[in-house]
């Protein structure tokens, strides 16, 4: 059986996801070996795994990526673990879809995945150069800079769309 699940963890963070057990009370049980107190969980419908998302689902924007970047950037210069940074960020952010994709991100880092492996999982959000920088600032030490450095470019980029959207909108 499917279940999707709504938790907290130990600092109050809500994670949601889906498990496949036998019963809810396995999936109680399982949530609870892994830290987490149970908000809601429910049965899931006959439903494929990963169906397509609601056509009123928040899309994850560039603005969100660029919040990303750029948070994930201060917590690795603090010192945070990317895992332990990862899981604050999902705490901070209100897009649900944003929360499924940090949560997965987490989990797989957790799990021994490099960020920039995990990162090209979603290359609907995070494009080869993304990822590449990602990748090479692991090898050299330098995550944190890059994060910050991809986030400016990323911002700049978006600066400049809005900008020429404005210019051509305006009647000449």
Do not use: C, W
Not at 53 to 78: N, Y
Not at 126 to 150: C, H, T, W, Y
Request: proline share 5%.
């Amino acid at each position: 059986m499917r279940f999707i699940y709504q938790a907290k963890d130990s600092q109050g963070s809500l994670r949601s996801g889906e498990l496949n057990v036998d019963s809810p009370e396995a999936a109680t049980t399982q949530l609870r070996q892994q830290g987490l107190f149970v908000v809601s969980l429910e049965e899931a419908a006959d439903a494929p795994a990963k169906s397509k998302p609601s056509l009123f689902a928040k899309k994850i924007s560039r603005r969100d990526i660029v919040e990303f970047a750029s948070q994930l950037a201060v917590m690795v210069d603090a010192g945070v673990p990317i895992s332990g940074a990862l899981e604050g960020l999902v705490g901070q952010t209100d897009n649900p879809s944003m929360q499924t994709m940090l949560t997965a991100l987490q989990e797989s880092v957790q799990a021994g995945e490099d960020l920039s492996s995990s990162l090209a999982k979603y290359p609907k959000h995070f494009d080869k150069a993304f990822v590449n920088l990602v990748k090479a600032s692991e090898a050299s030490g330098q995550l944190g800079p890059m994060l910050e450095r991809i986030a400016v470019q990323y911002r700049t980029e978006s600066e400049t769309r809005s900008k020429i959207k404005g210019a051509l909108i305006y009647p000449a």
